[in-house]
């Protein structure tokens, strides 16, 4: 499987973005996909992932009410809908493929993505 990650750019404060994750391969529909995060200068973050079905997500706390993640798997893509953006938001953001939620937000994925950078001025 291989990710195409799109979508960041620059944004103001309060502002909307959605990040979309192309994937090859006929198998995208088996794995849990997910969103990571890395600011400058800090660790990568689990943003959130929703099981394959799409029927369940599971965003990290911070971004709760604010991101959502949805996927289209006719298409093989998935989604971050990010809205009421903050400066803190900024980061590359990373689409990844696991194979279960546990392993996904312990970052033991099986695929990665490139980054795309959201910028989040004040």
């Known amino acids: 499987v291989q990710l195409q990650a799109c979508g960041g750019g620059l944004v103001q404060a309060g502002g909307s973005l959605r990040l979309s994750c192309a994937a090859s391969g006929r198998t995208f529909s088996t794995y849990v996909m997910g969103w990571f995060r890395q600011a400058p200068g800090k660790e990568r973050e689990f943003v959130g992932s929703?099981?394959?079905?799409?029927?369940?997500?599971y965003p990290t706390d911070s971004v709760k009410g604010r991101f959502t993640i949805s996927r289209d798997n006719a298409k093989n893509t998935v989604y971050l809908q990010m809205n009421s953006l903050k400066p803190e938001d900024t980061a590359v953001y990373y689409c990844?493929?696991?194979?279960?939620?546990?392993?996904?937000?312990?970052?033991?994925?099986?695929?990665w993505g490139q980054g795309t950078l959201v910028t989040v001025s004040s």
């Open positions: 929703i099981t394959w079905s799409g029927g369940s997500t």
């Open positions: 990844a493929a696991a194979s279960s939620i546990a392993t996904m937000r312990r970052g033991l994925t099986d695929y």
